[in-house]
């Protein structure tokens, strides 16, 4: 694989910044697009514009056709068993929340639901929605020391018995990796209803959901190399078809009357109003992408580019990495030293270097850690070792400014 050539697929990374190179070391908050995904989507807009599923007409039909295509694509990528197991949704946190709005049915009081503690808030907030609505509780599933989900502890909540168990598959705070399929496993011996967050997992790793064995498993079009607008949930048949809509109204009937309104059935019973249709074709042009990619290089190359990321940041002192381990993914967070991480992180802009600084909608695992926030650096499949240079440069100078 030549990765200059594949570099130069994402035109966004060839600008400069005040002079600087761009180093983007962002991709965790959103990936850059290749051109052929911003070339599907204009094609669309340019040659085939119309609203699917029901026009008798050829450009509806040519929508439609492509729309549908997009869904056999996904059902193959993630290995699911049946094309209605996929739905199209805005992103993962609209997945998340017609899942746990369309279990409320299924949930009563004093029920459990146990999150990973490190969890993004998108699959901790839609839970306690759930809970005040149906009187369950919400309980963190705790951390060890170094950052990763207490296994032991997990295990003793499942004596509970918890009605669902919602984690991510890999942290987007952290990178770390949650042992989704041990962990899966357990909670469905337990008798619980599992989600898993792929929305950082997605575009790094080979995902087969009837390998996870999960129940439900979501994802973001637009940090896996596709555009903004669309996500996906996956969810096995039977409990896709007990979900009550959260949204109601367009492709999602089947017949509506004052007296009475039917639903449609899977996959569209869940998929209401007009569909993001662009921005599918265009998640089917970034599937294409990927696919197209030597997929084991690729996982080595990001994973040796975040070892020497991590250990570069140990090696420059006065660094506290969070959660930093060896089988991470795609990110490293860290502090320098008492330094607000706002400060470094406009510090590193001024250089060209693009990283995300904040409480990465982790509060709790903030708290947990004893910060208010810290930078986050995440890299694509994109990355170079340039980036990282330059990345480590700049913060060399930002030390030497602020220590
Ligand atoms: C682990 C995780 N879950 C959920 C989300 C929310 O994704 P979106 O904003 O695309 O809905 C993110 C986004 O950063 C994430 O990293």
């Not at 949930?107 to 490190?118: E, M, Q």
């Not at 903004?228 to 109601?248: A, N």
């Not at 209401?272 to 990619?293: D, H, K, Q």
Request: proline residues 4%.
């Amino acid at each position: 694989m030549d990765h200059t050539q594949l570099r130069a697929q994402f035109p966004a990374l060839e600008q400069t910044l005040d002079g600087y190179p761009l180093s983007y070391l962002d991709t965790a908050a959103t990936s850059q697009k290749p051109k052929q995904v911003i070339e599907a989507m204009n094609k669309y807009y340019l040659q085939d514009n119309a609203n699917v599923h029901r026009a008798a007409h050829q450009l509806s039909s040519r929508a439609t056709t492509h729309y549908e295509a997009v869904r056999d694509q996904l059902k193959c990528f993630i290995n699911a068993s049946r094309r209605e197991e996929i739905i199209f949704t805005h992103g993962t946190t609209e997945s998340i929340n017609m899942v746990a709005h369309g279990l409320s049915h299924k949930i009563k009081t004093g029920d459990i639901i146990l999150v990973d503690s490190a969890a993004h808030h998108a699959n901790i907030v839609p839970w306690q929605e759930l809970a005040k609505r149906t009187g369950a509780i919400v309980k963190p599933v705790p951390l060890t020391n170094d950052c990763r989900l207490d296994e032991l502890a997990f295990d003793q909540q499942l004596k509970e018995r918890p009605a669902i168990v919602a984690l991510s598959h890999v942290s987007n705070a952290l990178g770390t990796r949650n042992p989704v399929e041990r962990i899966v496993a357990k909670a469905k011996a337990a008798g619980a209803i599992t989600l898993v967050d792929g929305a950082q997992a997605i575009a790094h790793l080979e995902v087969d959901v009837q390998q996870l064995d999960c129940d439900f498993y979501v994802f973001s079009g637009h940090k896996m190399y596709g555009p903004t607008g669309i996500g996906v949930l996956y969810g096995r048949f039977d409990q896709l078809d007990t979900l009550s809509p959260m949204v109601t109204g367009g492709e999602m009937i089947k017949t509506v009357s004052f007296e009475s309104t039917e639903f449609n059935i899977l996959p569209n019973r869940l998929e209401a109003g007009t569909p993001p249709i662009a921005e599918v074709i265009g998640l089917g042009e970034a599937i294409n992408f990927i696919s197209s990619l030597p997929t084991t290089e690729i996982q080595q190359r990001e994973e040796e580019l975040l070892s020497n990321l991590q250990q570069q940041l140990k090696d420059l002192g006065d660094i506290t990495l969070y959660g930093a381990h060896e089988d991470n993914i795609g990110a490293v967070a860290f502090n320098l030293a008492d330094e607000h991480h706002q400060d470094v992180g406009i510090l590193l802009d001024q250089q060209g270097v693009a990283v995300r600084c904040g409480h990465h909608c982790a509060m709790p695992l903030m708290q947990s850690l004893g910060v208010k926030g810290c930078c986050r650096a995440s890299i694509g499949i994109y990355s170079n070792q340039e980036d990282i240079e330059r990345f480590i440069e700049a913060l060399k100078s930002v030390k030497e400014m602020l220590l």
